[in-house]
């Protein structure tokens, strides 16, 4: 008898560009919900404050964020071991302690802004009800994908319900959808928002740095870079097509675009020269392999969200 073929799986190839959908959700959720305009506001006022008394990072020991994940999965695949979900966690905690070894990458013209976050993310030891958990929800669904209207974190729609946001930082992994414009990475709520659908949402072939993880996005920057959003940092260009937009931080060059894959320094835009776009801060859009910084004016502002809207978060 003829050997039997083996059948080969096709494995999906990893979006080619970053893709955000964060502030998509945002201007949809300061539409619905009109106190959130207001709270960001008064978070504006905190982050001014801040800076006037010469604060930035919490001094002493870092903020310790509990985590919960929830992998939402419809094939085994997607169902991630717990391993690449753990090295997700060491990722995060390199790049908010500027331990990350690739910051040395930075142009020297900015390599005196690199500055230390000083926060710590650990998987949750208890859950809701005080018992011990590892942190972790698997949930099995009929959803082939989502996207970015934040069904994969209800139950009710084939996603997973949050832990208690002002207590857990919840992180869903999942698989998005594929449009004609690409495969979004992720996407973050910002702080101020309904609680109910607070966290962030990461692709799960861009989730950690083994497993499914796949390059040009297997460094776990993905979520550096909506945990950034989580904590009130915006994109680095301004989210506009001028020159005329602002991440309101004053130590970020403006930038007239997003910027992909791994540019050569320096590239100018909107007369930023000779320095150009600070294209390897982690709220632009390039590979995981060329991003690598957050800034003073950034933690500051990271500062201000954990000593405000996010203050029952850390320990």
Known sequence: MPAK???????????????????????????????????????EQQVTQRLMMGLVAKVGGPTTIPVVVHVVYNTAAENISTAQINSQITSLNKDYSAKNLDRNQTPVVWKGLIANPNVKFALAKKDPNGKATNGITRTKTTRTSFNDDDRVKSAAAGGADSWPTNKYLNIWVCTFERTATGQLLGYAQFPGGPAATDGVVILNTAFGTKGTAAAPFNKGRTATHEIGHWLNLHHIWGDTQHCEGTDLVDDTPNAQLPNFGTPHFPHITCHNGPNGDMFMNYMDYVDDAAMFMFTTGQVARMGATLEGPRNGLGS
């Open 5 to 43: 073929s083996k059948i080969k799986t096709k494995k999906t190839p990893p979006p080619r560009r970053r893709q955000c959908g964060a502030m998509i959700v945002h201007s949809r959720l300061l539409e619905q919900y009109p106190n959130f305009r207001q709270n960001l506001i008064g978070l």
